[in-house]
């Protein structure tokens, strides 16, 4: 039976957090270890953890210092235990009892390369009444992924090669957890699964850290921000801590890709390259004429 790490970062999660834990740990024909760190939480999410704790030896759990989510899932990867596979998990959702199982059938003969497994989500109400099937959308290489991420961090299930590679390089510089891990996977010649099957509930409430909603206008906005008044050129920066830690581990297509990214500010030929690149596109239009405008203005 394969052995799973589950990594949950929790932060003021006291009114979902042990129907959450409840379905993780009855997932099927694995066995599952549960490491938490508590982002920094002032309602009752730690004395409910302890209760937790006393009750199943499979769970423990760390305080951490108000980082936000991306940083606190980074810290549970570094802090995590030798495993066969690795998983991420909100403090919100409910797991179908299959769904780790499933993804590791998906990744198992990935056995000497990176590998990850992302899967669509079945996004419900706070009652758990389904709202609407998220497939996975976009164009899924690392071009694409480059462009917008497309995985969800809560459907991710990886293998120890992909963990060991993360534990070798803190970013500075990191949008979201699932997003890096994702793009770590693609640079460095791992493989990474997509199932439109849905094996989890993805609940949306008033106090989600990240919600399903962000994907449209209200990340565009937020991104289009980030370029234009903060002047941040977030993809500059990913491309930079991509190269600066997994240098050696590129492959040439990602090497390229990378470096064209880093130069294309100053370097007609690499803005050239990424303006004329098929692959580095969502696939639809009226973003992708978008991230040509940004490309030209240095703002991508």
């Known amino acids: 039976m394969k052995n799973?790490?589950?990594l949950?970062?929790?932060?003021?999660?006291?009114?979902?957090?042990?129907?959450?834990?409840d379905s993780i740990l009855s997932q099927e024909n694995v066995e599952v270890s549960l490491l938490i760190r508590d982002d920094g939480s002032t309602d009752k999410t730690l004395s409910i953890l302890e209760k937790?704790?006393?009750?199943?030896?499979?769970?423990?759990?760390?305080?951490?210092k108000n980082i936000g989510a991306a940083k606190?899932?980074?810290?549970?990867?570094?802090?995590?235990k030798e495993a066969d596979y690795y998983a991420f998990a909100d403090q919100d959702d409910?797991?179908?009892?299959?769904?780790?199982?499933s993804a590791i059938e998906k990744i198992e003969n990935d056995t000497n390369i990176p590998s990850l497994y992302i899967s669509a989500l079945e996004v419900v109400d706070e009652e758990l009444n389904t709202i609407e099937i998220k497939k996975v959308s976009g164009n899924l290489c690392f071009e694409g992924e480059m462009v917008k991420n497309f995985a969800?961090?809560?459907?991710?299930?990886?293998?120890?090669?992909?963990?060991?590679?993360?534990?070798?390089?803190?970013?500075s510089y990191i949008i979201m957890h699932d997003s890096w891990i994702t793009r770590v996977c693609y640079a460095i010649g791992g493989n990474v699964v997509v199932d439109e099957n849905t094996y989890i509930k993805y609940r949306q409430h008033g106090n989600n850290v990240v919600g399903y909603k962000d994907e449209g206008f209200r990340k565009l906005k937020?991104?289009?921000?980030?370029?234009?008044?903060?002047?941040?050129?977030m993809r500059v920066n990913i491309a930079k801590e991509l190269k600066s830690g997994y240098e050696e581990l590129l492959t040439d297509n990602t090497k390229e890709l990378v470096n064209n990214l880093i130069n294309y500010q100053t370097n007609w030929k690499a803005k050239k390259w990424l303006l004329e690149?098929?692959?580095?596109?969502t696939n639809i239009p009226r973003i992708d004429r978008k991230i040509k405008i940004g490309i030209i203005l240095n703002r991508f």
């Not at 409910?94 to 780790?100: A, D, M, P």
């Open 277 to 281: 690149n098929k692959k580095f596109r």
């Open 72 to 80: 606190s899932f980074i810290d549970l990867v570094n802090q995590s």
């Open 152 to 171: 969800t961090g809560c459907t991710m299930v990886f293998n120890k090669k992909l963990c060991n590679a993360i534990k070798t390089y803190n970013p």
């Open 222 to 233: 937020k991104q289009l921000k980030i370029a234009f008044i903060d002047k941040i050129s």
């Open 4 to 6: 799973v790490q589950v």
């Open 52 to 64: 937790i704790v006393k009750e199943n030896t499979n769970v423990s759990y760390y305080i951490g």
């Open 8 to 21: 949950m970062s929790t932060y003021n999660g006291e009114k979902y957090l042990k129907e959450q834990i």
């Open 94 to 101: 409910v797991w179908n009892s299959k769904k780790i199982i």
